[in-house]
T-cell receptor, first 117, second 112 residues
Framework: DAGVIQSPRHEVTEMGQEVTLRCKPI?????LFWYRQTMMRGLELLIY????????DSGMPEDRFSAKMPNASFSTLKIQPSEPRDSAVYFC???????????????FGPGTRLTVL | GEDVEQSLFLSVREGDSSVINCTYT??????LYWYKQEPGAGLQLLTY?????DMKQDQRLTVLLNKKDKHLSLRIADTQTGDSAIYFC????????????FGIGTKLQVIP
């Protein structure tokens, strides 16, 4: 299995531009999570999906952030318009159905490092 | 509410033991985890302990859980330079979907 795949790995953009981050979860996993990691705030959960349905988006910082999961193998996190304070590493993670893994392990992608100038 | 706290930084010499500590606030935790993040990579589950256990050992790793004090520790014996990474403590709470809350991470620096 290739694991969780994220693209791009690095993104540099200018303030005001739209940014789209992409994630392909592990096949068969029915939970998908988007996290943001910064030095100041550590790892923050932004939103998670179960069976492609957004369950909890309370961590999404502002309306500029939106996430979709059109099917079981693809999700996007969009920031429009982007701001310098959005600079961070964004991780996608997936998890097998409840009871399958027993310990609720989350499998993380390599992350997308976003820099907004 | 749930909160997981851990120190930010730990430095040890190669060959010594490392002990990374964590405290959590929710007494209804079901699983407690240690994830490892190597530079430029995502988090990877290192080990975990079920809340009804006190200790778990896995080769060089020893996890100790003190439920009374809500304290979790990770001991790495014979620390190697390859152990240099950020270590995240995390807890999961509840039935069904178990929300996982991560600490801020402890950066372990191993000095050769």
């Amino acid at each position: 299995d290739a694991g969780v795949i994220q693209s791009p790995r690095h993104e540099v953009t200018e303030m005001g531009q739209e940014v789209t981050l992409r994630c392909k979860p592990i096949s068969g996993h029915d939970y998908l999570f988007w996290y943001r990691q910064t030095m100041m705030r550590g790892l923050e959960l932004l939103i998670y999906f179960n069976n492609n349905v957004p369950i909890d988006d309370s961590g999404m910082p502002e309306d500029r952030f939106s996430a979709k999961m059109p099917n079981a193998s693809f999700s996007t996190l969009k920031i429009q318009p982007s701001e310098p304070r959005d600079s961070a590493v964004y991780f996608c993670a997936s998890r097998p159905p409840g009871g399958t893994s027993g310990n609720n392990e989350q499998f993380f992608g390599p992350g997308t490092r976003l820099t907004v100038l | 509410g749930e909160d997981v706290e851990q120190s930010l930084f730990l430095s040890v010499r190669e060959g010594d033991s490392s002990v990374i500590n964590c405290t959590y606030t929710d007494s209804s935790s079901t699983y407690l985890y240690w994830y490892k993040q190597e530079p430029g990579a995502g988090l990877q589950l290192l080990t975990y302990i079920f809340s009804n256990m006190d200790m778990k050992q896995d080769q060089r790793l020893t996890v100790l859980l003190n439920k009374k004090d809500k304290h979790l520790s990770l001991r790495i014996a014979d620390t190697q330079t390859g152990d240099s990474a950020i270590y995240f403590c995390a807890e999961s709470i509840g039935g069904g979907y178990q929300k996982v809350t991560f600490g801020i991470g402890t950066k372990l620096q191993v000095i050769p």
